[in-house]
Nanobody, 123 residues
Framework: VQLQASGGGLVQAGGSLRLSCTAS????????MGWFRQAPGKEREFVAA????????YYADSVKGRATISRDNAKITVYLQMNSLKPEDTAVYYC?????????????????WGQGTLVTVSS
C-alpha cells in the first residue's frame, strides 16, 4: 500500500484544515487507517484512527471534539478534518494503514506510512 497525504498548510489559530490521504496498491478497504503527527523535537503521537467495516473512530484527548476522521472507500481516501486549530497542533501529519484493522493508537502496529504533510498554525 502506498499512501499519499495532502492538505497541510499555514493557518491561523482558530482556523480549519482538512487533510487527505489517498491509498494505492493493495486493497484499502480492509485496513484501519490512522493519523499521527510529529512536532519539532517531539515524538510522533497518535491523532485519530478509523476502522474498516463499522468505521469506529478513536481520537487522542488533545484533539477530541476538534477533529473528525472519516473514510471514503470508493475513493480509497481517508480524511482528517481539524477545527479550532491551535499553535500546538503544528506538526507534520502522517497517515498510516493497519492491516489488522485494530484502530490502535500504537504507531508500531501500523504497517504502511505516508510521507507526511506539514500543518503550521500561527498565533
Amino acid at each position: 500500500v502506498q499512501l499519499q497525504a495532502s492538505g497541510g498548510g499555514l493557518v491561523q489559530a482558530g482556523g480549519s484544515l482538512r487533510l487527505s490521504c489517498t491509498a494505492s496498491g493493495r486493497p484499502f478497504g480492509s485496513y484501519a487507517m490512522g493519523w499521527f503527527r510529529q512536532a519539532p523535537g517531539k515524538e510522533r503521537e497518535f491523532v485519530a484512527a478509523i476502522k474498516w467495516g463499522n468505521s469506529m473512530t478513536y481520537y487522542a484527548d488533545s484533539v477530541k471534539g476538534r477533529a473528525t476522521i472519516s473514510r471514503d472507500n470508493a475513493k480509497i481516501t481517508v480524511y482528517l478534518q481539524m477545527n479550532s486549530l491551535k499553535p500546538e497542533d503544528t506538526a507534520v501529519y502522517y497517515c498510516a494503514a493497519d492491516r489488522t484493522n485494530s484502530g490502535t493508537s500504537d504507531s508500531s502496529k501500523y504497517d504502511y506510512w505516508g510521507q507526511g504533510t506539514l500543518v503550521t498554525v500561527s498565533s
